[in-house]
């Protein structure tokens, strides 16, 4: 199965040309580059002053603590809600990134007619990178003014004891190294090398 049913179909061709439109727009986006720059001069202090979301997106909202607190300590809660929200973002993209890499390595070593989208994948996956290392600088900075240097660990840590991901990635390592190498159907090269250095299919912490 390739992306063009065969050369001359209408519904290939323009399939090729909205993904060729896509990846073109992706590659031109700076959207990315702003994020790397913002968090690249993200200072809590210069931040602190304001929400960062909706109010009603803080801890403890709604609750008479949340209503007897000072405004500087309502949007301390805002921002503290902020980065539990982003660390969570950051967890799920760093498993889009290796699923990412892992199939666009399976759709080149598939057909050539693939090639498109596994450069897609792949650019969306350094795109993801920039993302999570965002979230993670801005979530760490703001939790080491706000709860101190002893507790930087609480909120924006992915610690092997209490980590689902890590849970979820030693499961499916297992599965990957114990029944995918005895088969032939490895295609991608990424996955292939995941496998052969026992590293696990979904990291624990940010890559």
Known sequence: MTITPNATSKAGQNAIKTLAKNHQHNLES????????????FEYEKAKNHYWSDPRFSLFYGTPLYEQASLT????????????????T????????????????TLLAMDSDYKL???????EAQQERV????FYKIGY????????KSNKSDLTSNTKKTSYFYNLSMKLNYFFEKILPKSERI?????????????????????
């Not at 950051?90 to 390595?105: D, F, Q």
């Open 117 to 123: 989208i596994a450069e897609q994948l792949e650019h």
């Open 73 to 88: 300590q309502k949007q301390a809660l805002n921002h503290l809600f902020w980065i539990l929200f982003y660390k969570t």
């Open 30 to 41: 700076d959207y990315t580059e702003k994020m790397k720059s913002l968090a690249q001069a």
């Open 187 to 207: 295609k991608s090269l990424y996955l292939q090398d995941l496998v052969s250095n026992n590293m696990p299919v979904i990291p624990s912490v940010a890559i």
């Open 141 to 148: 900075k703001t939790q080491k003014l706000l709860l101190g």
């Open 131 to 134: 993302h999570i290392h965002c």
């Open 90 to 105: 950051a967890e799920s993209e760093i498993e889009t990134v290796r699923y990412n890499l892992i199939t666009a390595g």
